[in-house]
Nanobody, 110 residues
Framework: VQLQASGGGLVQPGGSLRLSCAASGISFSINPMAWYRQAPGKQRELVALITSNGMTNYADSVKGRFTISRDYAKNTVYLQMNSLKAEDTAVYYC?????WGQGTLVTVSS
C-alpha cells in the first residue's frame, strides 16, 4: 500500500491550499479515507474523514473552511483548505485502514 501526499507549502493567513493523496495497493472505493495533522509539540489529530459512499466528517476547528473529497477514478483523496490560519500549520497525513502517507508540511505565516 502506498499513500502519496502532496500539495503542502507556505501560504499567508487567509490563503488556500489543496492537498492530494494518491492511493495504490488498496481497494480505494471501499475504504474510508482521512486526513490527520500534527503540529509541533502536539498530538496527531483527525482533520477530516470521507467514507466509501462520500459521507464526510470534520474537526470542529476546520468546519466551514476545509473540504474533503475523493476521486474514485484517480484513487485520490483531496483536502481543500481555505481561510487558513496560523494554527493550521502542521504536517498533514492521509490515512486509510492501518496505513499512513508520508506527510506534507503546511505552513501558514505572513
Amino acid at each position: 500500500v502506498q499513500l502519496q501526499a502532496s500539495g503542502g507549502g507556505l501560504v499567508q493567513p487567509g490563503g488556500s491550499l489543496r492537498l492530494s493523496c494518491a492511493a495504490s495497493g488498496i481497494s480505494f472505493s471501499i475504504n474510508p479515507m482521512a486526513w490527520y495533522r500534527q503540529a509541533p509539540g502536539k498530538q496527531r489529530e483527525l482533520v477530516a474523514l470521507i467514507t466509501s459512499n462520500g459521507m464526510t466528517n470534520y474537526a470542529d476547528s476546520v468546519k466551514g473552511r476545509f473540504t474533503i473529497s475523493r476521486d474514485y477514478a484517480k484513487n485520490t483523496v483531496y483536502l481543500q483548505m481555505n481561510s487558513l490560519k496560523a494554527e493550521d500549520t502542521a504536517v498533514y497525513y492521509c490515512q486509510t485502514a492501518a496505513h499512513w502517507g508520508q506527510g506534507t508540511l503546511v505552513t501558514v505565516s505572513s
